[in-house]
């Protein structure tokens, strides 16, 4: 009788261990449970581009992420056809990464698209860039001031190729030298593309005097011999085969463009999903893949996560709103 008794408890208690495991079935499943995307708002061979197959790369590698990761290009207003894809059409898909930069901060202070960083999932800031001019390798400008020269005597001569939309981060960088010289920002001939490849294809086609891409777009093409680079936006110089770069500070122009790069998700996702990219992204930085990712691309280290990477957001929209105004492109 006493064994009858022991039987009927395991069974009940058996019974009970299946049926949670059917109940909680579903939610107990370990993220990401199938196939990741990263967009990269812009068309092959840009910034975006290169940081989304970069990060795609290195998470896959150091098995930080065991599903497989596809990158789509989405380009269009400077990350303003992405954003409103992913708040429109995407809320909650946790399976699911953007890249974002400046350029995006610029198309959200510009008012292009109705929405802030707050309509979306801040994730992580992964590294730093710098912003160049560069010319042709048979360009009459040899140097910063050669450009500037030019430039004082017509603006309209130096038409200047960007990645991004008027008003845009390569826009402003190229603004921000020519307010540094004392001339009048509002005057330049900026001729916007759909990414960092599509602008350097038209200064290496003639197209266009000059071009602001950022030095990780261009590494191949300076170490190729098939651009000038005029000018490094930095501080400070780059080491190794970039290190006979001048900066524009050296030049006597006090311009600096530092240009972080990041990502962020669709509004809405589960919680699980949002600390799952905030630490398999701050595990990536750590390792000796993206370590040889950062020395590649020319990169900085350089890492905020979550909230802490929300309020840099907040502040960063604030701060170009202020330096549009001072540009002249926003009033």
Not at 42 to 69: C, F, H, M, Y
Not at 100 to 114: E, G, I, M, N, Q
Not at 193 to 208: I, K, P, R, V, Y
Request: glycine share 10%.
């Amino acid at each position: 009788m006493r064994a009858h008794r022991v039987s009927r408890m395991a069974l009940c208690a058996l019974g009970a261990l299946v049926l949670g495991a059917l109940l909680a079935g579903p939610a107990a499943a370990a993220f990401p449970e199938k196939a990741i995307e990263i967009i990269a708002p812009a068309n092959p061979g840009g910034g975006w581009d290169l940081t989304s197959r970069s990060t795609a790369k290195v998470l896959t590698e150091e098995k930080l992420v065991t599903q497989p990761i596809a990158v789509s290009n989405m380009p269009g207003g400077s990350g303003a056809v992405a954003i409103s894809h992913v708040i429109s059409r995407r809320k909650g898909d946790g399976h699911l990464l953007i890249a974002a930069s400046p350029a995006l901060t610029f198309t959200l202070a510009l008012k292009r698209v109705p929405y802030t960083y707050k309509d979306v999932t801040p994730v992580a800031a992964i590294a730093t860039d710098y912003g160049t001019i560069v010319v042709r390798k048979d360009s009459p400008y040899r140097n910063l001031k050669d450009l500037l020269d030019a430039y004082r005597k017509n603006p309209a001569d130096v038409s200047v190729a960007g990645g991004s939309a008027p008003g845009g981060q390569d826009h402003v960088k190229f603004a921000k030298i020519i307010k540094a010289a004392g001339l009048d920002p509002t005057k330049v001939k900026y001729v916007p593309h759909q990414g960092g490849g599509e602008a350097m294809a038209s200064l290496l086609g003639g197209h266009t005097a000059a071009a602001s891409p950022d030095i990780s777009e261009i590494v191949g093409q300076v170490e190729a011999g098939e651009v000038r680079v005029l000018a490094l936006l930095s501080d400070r110089r780059l080491g190794g085969s970039l290190q006979h770069i001048p900066t524009a500070v050296e030049q006597g122009v006090n311009a600096t463009y530092i240009l972080w790069r990041g990502f962020y998700a669709a509004p809405g996702i589960p919680k699980e999903a949002a600390d799952f990219w905030v630490t398999a992204l701050g595990k990536m930085v750590k390792t000796e893949g993206w370590k040889k990712t950062l020395q590649a691309n020319k990169w900085f280290d350089f890492y905020l996560g979550g909230a802490e990477y929300a309020r840099f957001l907040n502040q960063d929209l604030e701060a170009s709103e202020t330096l549009l105004k001072e540009l002249g492109f926003l009033k």
